[in-house]
């Protein structure tokens, strides 16, 4: 705490040097936001960097690829040109220029103009498929067009490429006998292939029409930040909105998810509860032709408009009213209507749980959390672990003999319910340690000697469990109150926590340039109790189930810029909640299972299969070649599905006490009956389930 007076006179100092500048134009803000950036990294980071020619050729390689890693837009020549502002990035970030972020705009624009007559003229003539010659689709492993016919060349590949693909799934359902296709010569197969491309880069090219210097200037700060570590970001207004309403759970607005459909904005959900389900005028499927709002009079019309904004025009606070201009997907009438906005509870990522009868007759709760959510700006907001805690309970009212957590996919969120909910499985004690920069660790620890559940417990974690899930996992291994299940070696990696910063606070007056966005720092470290750090490493389960990336590498180690791994001293810990003591019997009887289970043997042959294929990025562009490597594809694949297509559990049901409110509502009552579904074909599930047997037994 003894720095906290100088850090607060320097971001005041720099604050008040921002404040001098002179009148705003577009150039100023830009400036104005480099400058703020770079004033919260050096004063915030956990792990700032200097600001040199070592940072600016990290920058400018990261740029490069985000610009153009497929190998699509740039010649040589051009990236020449760029290349002369290989160690100059870090001035022009001083200095609050962007010549660099003009010219690649520049460069790539012109690339954009010159490729859109290529693909046309490509795909309007008929392909050779009979030619023995390969494509490389890893943009990593080829360079940069010396000129622009070898350019040319990288495109006519590509379009050819993708002409082959689709021509492939056009033959295959005509030997099927399918209707749309069994009459159809070769000729016209091959014809309508190309449309098909041609239509998808129609599409394509359009959206990029759209995009405007905003854009660029987020990939551009956002190649600085990520220098420092991958979730160092700049968020500009509207990408922190919908980080906010991902983490909460809850937007303002008429509950309707939108998407772009070539020129036009279509719907593709309503959202069981918000205003436009209760409604029932919009549908999934319409469109939304134009946008008033309730006091405005005229119509925003939103044909070629980019989706963010156009999501901020039907956005609003609740009560307010706006009007849209509607075609309808039936029918094709068109329509006014009014919807009052509204707070919208997005209901499937919150946590929820089954009750599931063992193959062994054991009554064992499930329970399924998808992120650790957390409504920051109301404080009567959802939080997960006030969710988990009536989940239990409910599981306990109805006397399950274990419970299964499953983590799978859940890239993390807050940090203060993962301490409120380790607290859940075992006594006052602590959870994690965070380190900030420059100081001694930080114990957050649970308070509570309550343990609100102390009977068998699993977790299930994957590649893609993250951050706080991983957190959790770590404590409960630590303390040996939870055997960990996974279907990697390892969970992600991330071992670091981040915090938002208003950039609007760094700049004082000058209302003109903000609002400026948001940057997402990079804060602290977190450790286990027993010192370690879960960064790089994740949690290595307890026991690992073959799944189908096993021998893929993924996770934080694979991003670009990691923060290294290291490792602080343990704090004292301990439970008498349950024994763990048969663990390594546990594991040697599951080891046993999965060597013997047929399933999880092809699963693993399947992994090392995709895992080759991954490696091999040069393909065939010879038709007959293309169609014997995919009918074997084919037939692995075929395989593969039916290992998930039997339900391996059959007796899964939802509690009782949560059948009135899935059965209120149709579409609600449709998405948990999906959900059922696949909870009953899940043989890492099923496999888990015996896993609790023996935990039960062994006790």
Same mark, same amino acid.
């Given at each position: 705490m003894k720095n906290r007076g100088v850090l607060l006179a320097l971001t005041?100092?720099?604050?008040?040097?921002?404040?001098?500048?002179?009148?705003?134009?577009?150039?100023?803000?830009?400036?104005?936001?480099?400058?703020?950036?770079?004033?919260?990294l050096n004063y915030y980071h956990y792990q700032p960097l200097e600001v040199n020619d070592n940072l600016s050729e990290k920058v400018y390689g990261l740029f490069l690829d985000r610009l153009d890693g497929?190998?699509?837009?740039?010649?040589?020549?051009?990236?020449?040109? %760029? &290349? #002369?502002?290989?160690? =100059?990035?870090?001035n022009e970030a001083n200095d609050g220029t962007f010549a660099f972020l003009d010219l690649a705009m520049q460069l790539q624009e012109s690339g954009i103009q010159k490729t859109q007559g290529w693909y046309k003229e490509l795909l309007a003539q008929p392909f050779d498929f009979k030619q023995n010659e390969t494509i490389e689709t890893d943009g990593e492993k080829k360079p940069f067009a010396k000129n622009d016919n070898e350019l040319k060349e990288y495109w006519r590949k590509q379009m050819k490429w993708e002409t082959l693909s689709r021509?492939?799934?056009?033959?295959?359902?005509?030997?099927?006998?399918?209707?749309?296709?069994?009459?159809?010569?070769?000729?016209? %197969? &091959? #014809?309508?292939?190309? =449309?098909?491309?041609?239509?998808?880069?129609?599409?394509?090219?359009?959206?990029?029409?759209?995009?405007?210097?905003?854009?660029?200037?987020?990939?551009?700060?956002?190649?600085?930040?990520?220098?420092?570590?991958?979730h160092t970001e700049y968020y500009e207004p509207i990408d922190k909105q919908n980080f906010d309403i991902g983490m909460s759970g809850r937007l303002e607005g008429i509950g309707a998810r939108l998407q772009t459909d070539g020129e036009n904005t279509k719907v593709s959900e309503i959202i069981v509860g918000g205003p436009a389900w209760k409604q029932g005028i919009l549908k999934e499927n319409d469109k939304i032709l134009k946008v008033k709002q309730e006091n405005d009079a005229e119509w925003t019309d939103l044909t070629g408009m980019v989706i963010n904004d156009v999501v901020q025009l039907i956005r609003g606070k609740p009560t307010t009213k706006v009007r849209l201009f509607i075609k309808k997907a039936e029918g094709g009438t068109t329509e006014e209507l009014v919807i009052e906005r509204d707070v919208v509870i997005i209901e499937e990522g919150f946590a929820k749980s089954l009750l599931i009868e063992s193959p062994l007759q054991e009554r064992i709760g499930y329970?399924?959390?998808?992120?650790?959510?957390?409504?920051?700006?109301?404080?009567?907001?959802?939080?997960?672990?006030?969710?988990?805690?009536?989940?239990?309970?409910?599981?306990?009212?109805?006397?399950?003999?274990?419970?299964?957590?499953?983590?799978?996919?859940?890239?993390?969120?807050s940090l203060r319910d993962v301490v409120k909910m380790g607290g859940f499985f075992v006594e006052e004690g602590p959870i994690v340690q965070v380190k900030s920069r420059a100081r001694t660790p930080e114990v957050l620890t649970d308070d509570d000697p309550s343990v609100q559940y102390n009977g068998a417990l699993i977790v299930m974690v994957d590649q893609f469990s993250a951050s706080?899930?991983?957190?959790?996992?770590?404590?409960?291994?630590?303390?040996?109150?939870?055997?960990?299940?996974?279907?990697?070696?390892?969970?992600f990696g991330k071992g670091t926590v981040q915090r938002f910063f208003d950039l609007d606070a760094v700049v004082r007056g000058n209302p003109e340039v903000k609002p400026l966005g948001e940057v997402k720092l990079t804060v602290q470290k977190f450790f286990r109790v027993d010192g370690g750090s879960t960064q790089l490493r994740g949690v290595v389960p307890?026991?690992?189930?073959?799944?189908?990336?096993r021998y893929v590498e993924t996770g934080e180690k694979e991003e670009e810029f990691p923060m290294e791994w290291t490792q602080i001293d343990p704090v004292p810990y301990s439970q008498k909640v349950y024994s763990l003591e048969a663990l390594p019997q546990i594991k040697s009887k599951a080891a046993s299972r999965i060597q013997a289970n047929e399933v999880f043997q092809k699963i693993d042959a399947r992994a090392k299969r995709l895992k080759e294929m991954r490696d091999d990025s040069e393909h065939t562009l010879n038709l007959d070649a293309y169609l014997a490597e995919n009918k074997q594809l084919d037939q692995e694949d075929d395989v593969y599905e039916k290992f998930f297509e039997a339900e391996?559990?059959?007796?899964?049901?939802?509690?009782?006490?949560?059948?009135?409110?899935?059965?209120?509502?149709?579409?609600?009552?449709a998405r948990n009956d999906e959900w059922l579904k696949g909870v009953r074909k899940d043989v890492y599930l099923l496999e888990t389930l015996n896993i609790m047997h023996d935990m039960l037994t062994f006790k």
């Open positions: 005041a100092a720099a604050a008040l040097f921002l404040a001098f500048y002179f009148p705003v134009n577009n150039a100023q803000k830009e400036a104005t936001l480099m400058q703020s950036i770079l004033t919260d497929t190998r699509r837009w740039l010649t040589q020549n051009d990236v020449k040109q %760029l &290349e #002369a502002w290989k160690l =100059k990035l870090d021509l492939t799934e056009k033959l295959e359902k005509k030997e099927k006998g399918e209707a749309d296709f069994k009459d159809k010569t070769y000729e016209e %197969l &091959e #014809a309508d292939a190309r =449309k098909d491309v041609l239509k998808v880069y129609d599409d394509w090219y359009v959206r990029l029409e759209k995009r405007k210097r905003t854009d660029f200037l987020s990939m551009y700060l956002n190649a600085f930040t990520n220098i420092f570590d991958p329970i399924r959390l998808p992120k650790f959510y957390a409504d920051f700006n109301n404080k009567d907001g959802r939080r997960c672990a006030d969710d988990i805690a009536v989940e239990l309970e409910k599981l306990e009212q109805s006397n399950v003999q274990g419970i299964i957590l499953d983590l799978r996919g859940n890239g993390g969120g706080a899930s991983e957190i959790l996992a770590a404590a409960l291994q630590d303390y040996g109150r939870a055997i960990i299940v996974g279907t990697s070696p390892s969970t307890d026991i690992v189930l073959p799944d189908n990336w391996v559990l059959t007796n899964v049901q939802n509690l009782p006490v949560d059948l009135t409110d899935i059965s209120s509502d149709a579409g609600k009552k």
